[in-house]
């Protein structure tokens, strides 16, 4: 089995790869083709069998071709994961026609485009997909307007790729991780630290802190390895009689 990652330049995509290397051989993919490279070579270093392409997830050209790059690894793609993802605070107010479209490109069209591809491909043949939603999802933020309706959106995809693909042994299941310190919460520190005079003295770790303190009832903030291993179920064998399902790497946050 090769499983095809996107985001694998991300915090979360990153870890994903290196999870599912220690398993199977991965094919990582990403706009940033330097830190894509970085991280293959590391991987490969220790042992694993991997190869790299850069790929733009809003562009089907670019994500058939990804997927063609499989060809170096041995066997097929059989599994994927979509961990490719933007997202920012911003009011409600002030969400731009620009980043809502740009927010769902990528997250909500990214995610379909990549399993639409993987099912086409995988032509009635078994295989696993595990998308990666957020707890923005199911919260009705205002600073998300744009991001949280974009992975709901995720959630609800894959239950459709679930039924799709129970006829022919497709599984597709859903990761939606809680508070993670990768980039995209350190560019949301930043910006409240610019923005709001409440978080004018604290460092981007404080604020993110202050959050997880906040809405945590564990206590503490999720890590990548933490989705990574939900993933890493999720498109094993042990995971063979669940589908359509949404699993929640989150401390407790959302409950259901």
């Known amino acids: 089995m090769t499983v095809l990652v996107t985001g694998a330049a991300g915090g979360l ?18 706009l940033d083709g330097d830190r894509l490279a970085e991280i ?7 042992g694993a069998t991997v190869a790299h392409a850069v790929c733009d997830v809003r562009d089907r ?5 990804a997927f063609d790059q499989a060809d170096r690894l041995p066997g097929e793609v059989t599994a994927v994961a979509t961990v490719a993802g933007v997202g920012l605070f911003v009011p409600f107010a002030e969400l731009s026609d620009e980043q809502w479209d740009r927010t769902s490109a990528v997250n909500t069209r990214g995610t379909f485009v990549t399993c639409q591809e993987f099912v086409r491909r995988r032509a009635g043949r078994p295989g696993a997909i595990a998308t990666v939603a957020s707890i923005g999802a199911r919260l009705g933020m205002e600073m998300l307007a744009d991001y949280g309706p974009s992975k709901a959106a995720v959630i609800e995809l894959t239950h459709v790729l679930a039924r799709v693909g129970a006829p022919t042994g497709i599984r ?5 991780p809680g508070l993670v310190w990768t980039d995209m919460w350190r560019t949301t520190s930043e910006w409240l630290r610019a923005n709001d005079p409440a978080y004018a003295d604290a460092t981007p770790q404080q604020i993110f802190d202050g959050f997880v303190g906040a809405m945590v009832p564990m206590g503490r903030p999720q890590t990548p390895g933490d989705v990574a291993e939900a993933v890493a179920f999720l498109l094993s064998d042990r995971a063979a009689n669940v589908t359509g399902q949404t699993l929640s790497v989150d401390g407790g946050v959302v409950m259901t």
């Open 13 to 30: 995509g990153s870890a994903v790869a290196a999870r599912l290397a220690t398993e199977q051989p991965v094919l990582l993919t990403d």
């Open 172 to 176: 597709a299941n859903c990761v939606m």
């Open 40 to 46: 293959a070579g590391k991987l490969a270093a220790e």
């Open 61 to 65: 050209a670019s994500v058939r071709a």
